[in-house]
């Protein structure tokens, strides 16, 4: 069996500058159990997993699952929310007086691409999660609420690339939701082909599509 640490380097939960120690093994102690319970979710289903078998196989005691997670499907929410957490910080590094909508879509385009075999099995990773949540109301909820808190946390982002004056503040909101909803209908999109990872059809090829179509309107 693989060591459950295996692509951590791709997969950081927090993006904080300087988490202390204990937030880190906070952390990563939740992305061992995010990432064995997006296996057995991707080979069984949620139905046929249990919260005892995803603690044994990421190698924690069940009290320290209950600990981080309320059920079994939220244990995913970790591996659901990286994305949208590197995409976000790498909007948040933009240099400024760059326009928004080329902002959006070289961040979106970077954060999703695949250029090894590591990022190419993350990707496969939330196509196995997208593709058991059709089958799962309660792991289609866990989806739904980080793409949600992505959006929130996305608002300040949007509104100081805008500038001062540049978008009022429904005009923020707007490009927030929009910016989130084009990355979640690319990757549930995707999860559903069997389009590779890179090149046409792919998630970054896909989230860029629907960026220019939900903000090509949007004044340079």
Not at 4 to 13: F, I, K, P, S
Not at 54 to 60: K, W
């Amino acid at each position: 069996m693989p060591p459950r640490h295996a692509g951590r380097t791709l997969l950081r939960v927090s993006t904080d500058a300087s988490p202390s120690l204990t937030e880190r093994r906070k952390a990563a102690t939740q992305l061992d159990i995010a990432l064995a319970a997006a296996e057995l979710f991707a080979a069984r289903g949620p139905d046929d997993t249990t919260a005892e078998e995803i603690a044994g196989r990421a190698g924690v005691a069940l009290r320290t699952f209950y600990r981080y997670f309320r059920s079994k499907q939220d244990a995913v929410s970790p591996l659901l929310a990286h994305g949208a957490d590197r995409w976000r910080a790498l909007l948040a590094e933009t240099e400024p007086g760059t326009a928004l909508p080329r902002a959006l879509a070289t961040a979106v385009e970077r954060a999703l691409a695949a250029p090894d075999e590591e990022g190419v099995q993350g990707l496969l990773r939330i196509r196995g999660l997208l593709r058991a949540a059709a089958d799962d109301p309660a792991l289609r909820a866990v989806w739904y609420r980080v793409n949600q808190e992505s959006e929130e946390r996305l608002v300040p982002v949007i509104a100081r690339l805008a500038g001062d004056g540049g978008m009022d503040p429904l005009e923020v909101r707007l490009v927030a939701a929009a910016a989130t909803d084009a990355i979640r209908i690319a990757l549930e999109t995707w999860a559903a082909t069997e389009a590779a990872a890179e090149g046409p059809d792919s998630p970054a090829d896909l989230a860029v599509r629907c960026l220019r179509r939900l903000v090509g309107a949007m004044r340079p």
